[in-house]
């Protein structure tokens, strides 16, 4: 399975980012995806996700502000980022969650660089 994840990059405050990660590799049903975001020296953190009914949920930093959608045809998901703020830079990861023989499997994108900065 590979999660090929774009649309990183720098921008100003108040201003938008859309990101996106497509999976390939594997036509194992999809549970979840989603992303994190993790900046230098803390946790990884939730900010999105959506299920495979669409039922969304987001951190409550980003609530208003962010939004996740899919394509389940395509097997890729997007984060529509707006208002963006000096604390919402971080790097940014696609997860997406399999349904296996076996049970769940997490799979990750190889992370997306989002700068904040005027």
């Known amino acids: 399975v590979q999660l090929q994840a774009s649309g990183g990059g720098l921008v100003q405050p108040g201003g938008s980012l859309r990101l996106s990660c497509a999976a390939s590799?594997?036509?194992?049903?999809?549970?979840?995806m989603g992303w994190y975001r993790q900046a230098p020296g803390k946790q990884r953190d939730l900010i999105a996700a959506?299920?495979?009914?669409?039922?969304?949920n987001y951190g409550d930093s980003v609530k208003g502000r962010f939004t996740i959608s899919r394509d389940s045809v395509k097997r890729t998901v997007w984060l529509q980022m707006n208002s963006l703020k000096p604390e919402d830079a971080s790097v940014y990861y696609c997860?997406?969650?399999?349904?296996?023989?076996?049970?769940?499997?997490?799979?990750w994108g190889q992370g997306t660089l989002v700068t904040v900065s005027s």
């Open positions: 997860n997406v969650i399999m349904r296996r023989s076996y049970g769940l499997e997490n799979y």
């Open positions: 959506i299920t495979s009914d669409g039922t969304t």
């Open positions: 590799g594997s036509m194992f049903p999809i549970d979840r």
